[in-house]
């Protein structure tokens, strides 16, 4: 095992500059303590910075404005100043799919041209939108469709809100002043399982996370917001204290010869350093429960001694296993397991005490599904040998 690092581990080297020479700064994505302090070096007097903050945050995040003119309950002229100082900017939709079953797909484009996908998912009792973190991956989980995508850069904290908000305006879900009040929420949950590992650009999720849960704002539990990771271990207890939201760990493995092979995070930290990490999260964030996401592969890692030996590690972790059916892509080197195999899995796993739902895979007619999300720039169509040759290579079986 590789001793955990004493830096930071999250990769913002990558992440572009919230300027661009010679523009403006955007002014989503900002903190609220970062958004006082630029609204005093725009000339706020300190003792109205404050003020100024829950109004501005308001008209961004609660009434979804983009022009400083609408921000009615301030002064002219210092409308006309934070136009001059500052741009409200959100992520362009270049298109959108909707699946048979519902599902929206979004692609979208952030500065330096490049593009990333956002899925929002409609449930009976709730809305989940999928949100990315970074352009491409550097994960390259073998299962993965995005894993097969170069990392190209971290999504600043403005471009992670930024597809929250572009969800919303297609939902049409801002209110609208004057109207009744709406009970229901369209995008009552954000997922951060689209593109990219969240804990490898931690500072840029736990502001944008930070953004969406402000109660003056967009305004979503913490509950409500589920930040997935392959293992990065040094960075989960910061999830826990500073994020505070729920913990999914894309596990897919019960020994570590074959999670080094779907996982390869896993070589550097692995299931036993793992494990003992997510012991404290529960307690460290005040949640629940860990989620531990499981892709079934046929005669890979799907076996009723697998299941056995699942219930055994997680042992005394408050927990639930989402099971996943394999979702197909282009070139993808595996199956999906049978669904009798999947159910013989989830039986094993039920009778020990935990959760087992089977995962109703949504959205695959459009390339949405689980593990299928990939930039429509980079999507290459790899051949099955290919792949395959790239995994043995790794996992040094060639």
């Not at 590992?197 to 967009?218: S, W």
């Amino acid at each position: 095992m590789t001793d955990a690092p004493q830096t930071p581990i999250t990769q913002d080297v990558m992440t572009i500059p919230r300027k661009q020479p010679g523009g403006k700064p955007n002014i989503v994505g900002l903190t609220r303590e970062a958004l006082r302090q630029a609204l005093i070096d725009m000339g706020t007097p300190e003792k109205q910075a404050r003020m100024r903050v829950n109004q501005v945050w308001q008209w961004i995040y609660h009434w979804g404005v983009r022009d400083f003119s609408q921000m009615t309950n301030l002064a002219r002229d210092y409308r006309g100043k934070l136009t001059e100082t500052f741009r409200i900017d959100l992520p362009e939709m270049v298109s959108k799919q909707v699946s048979a079953d519902g599902t929206r797909k979004y692609l979208m484009r952030i500065a330096g041209g490049h593009e990333v996908e956002t899925v929002y998912i409609p449930e009976a009792d709730r809305g989940t939108l999928c949100i990315s973190s970074q352009v491409g991956c550097t994960l390259t989980c073998s299962f993965c469709h995005t894993g097969t995508q170069r990392l190209v850069r971290n999504l600043s904290a403005d471009e992670i809100v930024g597809q929250i908000m572009v969800a919303r305006d297609d939902l049409g879900e801002w209110p609208v002043p004057g109207a009744p009040k709406r009970e229901e929420r369209l995008l009552s949950n954000i997922v951060l399982m689209g593109m990219g590992e969240p804990l490898y650009n931690f500072d840029n999720v736990r502001d944008a996370m930070k953004i969406a849960m402000d109660g003056e704002g967009i305004s979503l539990s913490r509950r409500r917001i589920t930040l997935s990771t392959s293992g990065v271990v040094p960075e989960i207890a910061r999830c826990a204290e500073e994020i505070g939201c729920l913990l999914a760990v894309s596990f897919h493995a019960t020994t570590d010869e074959v999670r080094d092979r779907l996982v390869p995070i896993n070589k550097r930290w692995n299931i036993e350093t793992l494990l003992t990490a997510l012991r404290d999260y529960p307690r460290l964030s005040n949640s629940e429960r860990i989620t531990f996401e499981y892709v079934m592969l046929k005669d890979v890692n799907d076996s009723d001694a697998d299941a056995r030996r699942l219930v055994k590690l997680i042992s005394g972790i408050p927990a639930k296993i989402n099971l996943i059916p394999f979702n197909e892509w282009p070139g993808a080197p595996y199956e999906r397991s049978d669904w009798s195999r999947i159910e013989s899995f989830a039986d094993i796993v039920h009778k020990a005490g935990y959760a087992s739902p089977i995962r109703t895979p949504r959205g695959e007619d459009i390339m949405a599904a689980c593990g299928q999300l990939k930039s429509a720039t980079e999507r290459e169509r790899k051949s099955r040998a290919r792949i395959a040759a790239e995994i043995a290579a790794e996992s040094g079986l060639q």
